[in-house]
């Protein structure tokens, strides 16, 4: 089994629709949760990071960690086109490197 | 702003050649971060650096090596280019030895011909 597995997508949504990303991990130990976002040509950039476990809100986005069931969320409420991007999770624990899912591919159209 | 650049945005080479991909941080980060991305294989680490003259080899060092004489500067070095090494390179910064919180440079797309 994979340490993190990510649907690849793509997904495809209306504007203003809710989106959910998930992505599942094996490793228990896994303390620090993270999503990135990705646009075509560019480098991923920091979206949401989350120290255990619980929801953290930002905006139009929320992070859900659910570490009894080995799984995180990304919502984003309202999606917008500009939000068409690829999603990253990423995850590690203390003293190790950070482990990043492959990625889903969102598409927002208006 | 946090800042991290990257010396070429493309770049072609031919096989065999030795490539220098340079990567500049401006946030004082002690730790940073070469990962190569593939279709379909994500973001691989390449080595991380936690100190000036510090590496570490991640997932896939094989034909890599890197350097970091100053801290904002980490460099990565193809001493022989091959054609599966063609691929998008990201160099990261973070102020975590773990790498939460990485902040990415736009890329180095590098074509080996």
């Known amino acids: 089994q994979k340490e993190v597995e990510q649907d690849p997508g793509p997904l495809s949504v209306p504007e203003g629709a809710i989106v959910s990303l998930n992505c599942t991990y094996s490793n228990s130990a896994f303390q620090y949760f993270m999503w990135y976002r990705q646009y075509s040509r560019k480098g991923p950039e920091l979206l949401m990071y989350?120290?255990?476990?619980g929801n953290k809100e930002d905006g139009r986005f929320t992070a859900q960690v659910d570490k009894s069931s080995k799984y995180i969320s990304l919502f984003i409420r309202d999606s917008q086109p500009s939000d068409s991007a690829t999603y990253l999770c990423a995850m590690s624990r203390a003293g190790t490197a950070l482990i990043f899912g492959k990625g889903t591919t969102l598409s927002v159209s208006s | 702003d946090v800042k991290v650049t990257q010396s070429s945005r493309y770049l072609v080479k031919r096989t065999g050649e030795k490539v220098f991909l340079e990567c500049v941080q401006d946030m004082d980060h002690e730790n940073m971060f070469w990962y190569r991305q593939d279709p379909g294989l994500g973001l691989r680490l390449i080595y991380f650096?936690?100190?000036?003259?510090?590496?570490e080899k991640g997932d896939i060092p094989e034909g890599y090596s890197v350097s970091r004489e100053k801290k904002e500067r980490f460099s990565l070095i193809l001493e022989s280019a091959s054609t599966n090494q063609t691929s998008m390179y990201l160099c990261?910064?973070?102020?975590?030895?773990?790498?939460?919180?990485?902040?990415f440079g736009p890329g180095t797309r590098l074509t080996v011909t």
């Open positions: 650096s936690y100190d000036v003259k510090m590496k």
């Open positions: 989350t120290y255990s476990s």
């Open positions: 990261a910064s973070s102020p975590t030895r773990q790498g939460t919180e990485q902040y």
